[in-house]
């Protein structure tokens, strides 16, 4: 056993891991904390709706935008750099946010969040690869992916009461101050590997990028991934993001205070998916597609029964939905293990890169879509949408599934024809 192998699963491991998770939760707070200040930001930029939506978009936008450059500088400067990078781009924009008083500076800002939210998770799942035996790193993407999703929570309760005791500047100013503490933390704790604090890939010339990311796409794995990560998270994400409260409580019929509880049971029901989900990936690797095409049919089930309800669907029936699509957020992180078990570790910050593309890619279009589908169908405009506008919105969703499923049969064809069945089960590294 090599001395790289006797520091996988050991304190140092989990400690190198502990902090790059606290980081990604961090990441995942600053990501949501306008989700419970969109009145406060209204009033003190003086903006439209649709102007508050743009902070929401950009951040996805930006998010999406980056994923490639960032795998490609992970691959290249080591995810060390580039996450410390990341959590102080986070606290600029949100110090950004804190001081600003005018609606371009405050978009510039939430430019900022997306761009260092962007760094953070495609390191975290690099550390793991270095640090964990990779007969658990499908375990451990899966607990990294939701216990990060906690941020969220974090990001209700605190701010709530901090933009109420504290006011906005103070609140956010303390965000960003946090933001700059676990960084420092990180500085002091994250290493690249077992044997070295940093590590370095090859200088990337313009032409060897391209050559790189060529190859990651090539291997049908990564667009297996793609696929999988497309039609997995958009779901929950539509709800958690913008659209949740408005369908529950416009389109639904429920109170505000219902809409939240249900929003929570769909957080609470990502949290309690993602370790069952790893465990089983890790047993049985040959059939994590078989496994995402089960749950993109029982999301388009249980949307389907809520749409086609008569009338407003019943609380059992609203909580059973919003339990099948927060699945969706951790059947999503499969994506990622099939882009590690068919990308060599040089290319695996890229490849990781290209595959969390797509959901938020999705993500936004659909957002966007929804929002245009209930403009059109609202009798003079306003934010007074009809019953009917949503159940046709929302019915947006299935189109997007379709793709989805279609290019994951076809993609796991081709990736299986590529793969030994029994090297996958041994956790055999994929060849440089």
Not at 133 to 151: A, D, E, H, K, N
Not at 330 to 346: C, E, H, K, Q
Not at 393 to 402: C, F, H, I, K, N
């Amino acid at each position: 056993m090599s001395a790289a192998e006797d520091w996988r699963g050991s304190r140092t491991a989990w400690t190198v891991w502990g902090v790059a998770l606290a980081m990604y939760t961090l990441a995942v707070f600053h990501r949501s904390s306008l989700a419970v200040a969109g009145l406060a930001a209204a009033e003190r930029f003086d903006i439209s709706a649709s102007q508050l939506a743009s902070f929401t978009m950009l951040q996805l936008a930006v998010y999406a935008g980056l994923q490639i450059p960032v795998g490609l500088a992970v691959d290249r400067f080591g995810p060390r750099l580039v996450a410390l990078t990341g959590a102080a781009v986070i606290a600029v924009g949100e110090a950004t946010f804190a001081l600003a008083a005018s609606y371009p500076v405050a978009l510039g800002a939430r430019f900022l969040v997306g761009a260092g939210d962007a760094m953070t998770f495609i390191c975290v799942i690099r550390l793991l690869s270095s640090w964990f035996p990779r007969r658990r790193i499908p375990f451990m993407t899966q607990v990294t992916g939701t216990v990060g999703q906690l941020g969220s929570i974090g990001a209700a309760i605190p701010m709530t009461w901090a933009l109420g005791t504290l006011g906005w500047t103070r609140a956010y100013l303390v965000t960003a101050v946090l933001s700059l503490a676990v960084a420092a933390l990180g500085l002091l704790v994250l290493r690249d590997g077992p044997t070295s604090r940093s590590v370095r890939g090859e200088t990337l010339s313009l032409p060897a990028m391209r050559a790189s990311l060529a190859a990651s796409w090539a291997q049908p794995g990564t667009r297996l991934g793609f696929w999988v990560h497309f039609c997995t998270p958009f779901s929950a994400n539509v709800l958690a993001l913008l659209w949740g409260y408005p369908f529950l409580v416009r389109g639904e019929g429920r109170s505000d205070a219902e809409a939240g509880v249900l929003l929570t049971v769909m957080t609470v029901a990502v949290v309690l998916a993602g370790p069952v989900l790893g465990g089983l990936i890790s047993r049985h690797p040959w059939h994590r597609s078989t496994m995402v095409l089960a749950i993109v049919g029982a999301m388009a089930a249980a949307w389907t029964l809520v749409l086609a309800w008569p009338g407003q669907a019943p609380l059992p029936v609203l909580v059973l939905l919003v339990v099948v699509a927060g699945v969706g957020g951790p059947a999503s992180v499969i994506g990622f293990d099939l882009a590690r078990t068919s990308n060599p570790g040089s290319r695996l910050a890229s490849a990781t890169g290209i595959v969390n593309v797509a959901g938020f890619v999705a993500t936004l279009v659909l957002v966007v879509a929804i929002g245009v589908v209930l403009d059109a169908l609202t009798p003079g405009g306003g934010s007074d949408y009809p019953v009917s506008a949503f159940r046709w919105a929302m019915s947006l969703q299935y189109l997007l599934w379709g793709l989805g499923a279609i290019q994951i049969v076809r993609y796991r064809r081709a990736t299986r024809a590529v793969t030994d069945r029994d090297a996958l089960r041994a956790g055999v590294p994929v060849p440089e």
